[in-house]
T-cell receptor
Framework: AQTVTQSQPEMSVQEAETVTLSCTYD???????LFWYKQPPSRQMILVIR??????QNATENRFSVNFQKAAKSFSLKISDSQLGDAAMYFC?????????????FGQGTRLTINP | DVKVTQSSRYLVKRTGEKVFLECVQD?????MFWYRQDPGLGLRLIYF???????EKGDIPEGYSVSREKKERFSLILESASTNQTSMYLC???????????????FGSGTRLTVV
């Protein structure tokens, strides 16, 4: 079974600075998806960014980018120019592409605080 | 605006009560999921359903059951609530995933259940 590990329960960063959230995963599969989700205080989970394992290029969405290291099974999220609205819980998640695989496997989450 | 609606934002129940958590989606999604969210443990899958009357156990199904009589509605049932079921419960839905095609999850806003 796949597992996802986020080793940083909490992180903080100064507004306008850059922060990196870590995620590692364990799988024997070669093709899969990885995701970062954001959960603000409103509790509404929002997809931040998605990476397909067969693509070597790291995904980028505006101020959010990932460092995908397939061999190391590492998938970190970099937030540039941090804003107060980035304060939230961030979850890393994995999805298999095997036939019949329908679920996401989530990590433990990292609470990000933005200091003004 | 498409959405997933969970019937209660906060719920307080007594030990031993039968508890129903309701989730409704208006997107004609095949998949529906129930996750439990606890600090330090992230999101853990309880049950999911890929079609009406179909269900599959997730990682922590003990003490829970589910019902999906209509495509848009997925209910989580705590047959006899216990204090260790105090938690945040998140419902999500998605289109059926086939191989590499991926469709995102749409989440509800969660039900915070307290069992006293």
């Amino acid at each position: 079974a796949q597992t996802v590990t986020q080793s940083q329960p909490e992180m903080s960063v100064q507004e306008a600075e850059t922060v990196t959230l870590s995620c590692t995963y364990d799988t024997s599969e070669s093709d899969y998806y990885l995701f970062w989700y954001k959960q603000p205080p409103s509790r509404q989970m929002i997809l931040v960014i998605r990476q397909e394992a067969y693509k070597q290029q790291n995904a980028t969405e505006n101020r959010f980018s990932v460092n995908f290291q397939k061999a190391a099974k590492s998938f970190s999220l970099k937030i540039s120019d941090s804003q107060l609205g980035d304060a939230a819980m961030y979850f890393c998640a994995y999805r298999s592409t095997l036939q019949g695989a329908q679920k996401l496997v989530f990590g433990q989450g990292t609470r990000l605080t933005i200091n003004p | 605006d498409v959405k997933v609606t969970q019937s209660s934002r906060y719920l307080v129940k007594r030990t031993g009560e039968k508890v129903f958590l309701e989730c409704v989606q208006d997107m004609d999604h095949e998949n529906m999921f129930w996750y439990r969210q606890d600090p330090g443990l992230g999101l853990r899958l309880i049950y999911f359903s890929y079609d009406v009357k179909m269900k599959e156990k997730g990682d922590i199904p003990e003490g829970y059951s589910v019902s999906r009589e209509k495509k848009e509605r997925f209910s989580l049932i705590l047959e006899s609530a216990s204090t260790n079921q105090t938690s945040m419960y998140l419902c999500a839905s998605s289109l059926l995933w086939t191989g590499r095609a991926h469709y995102g999850y749409t989440f509800g806003s969660g039900t915070r259940l307290t069992v006293v």
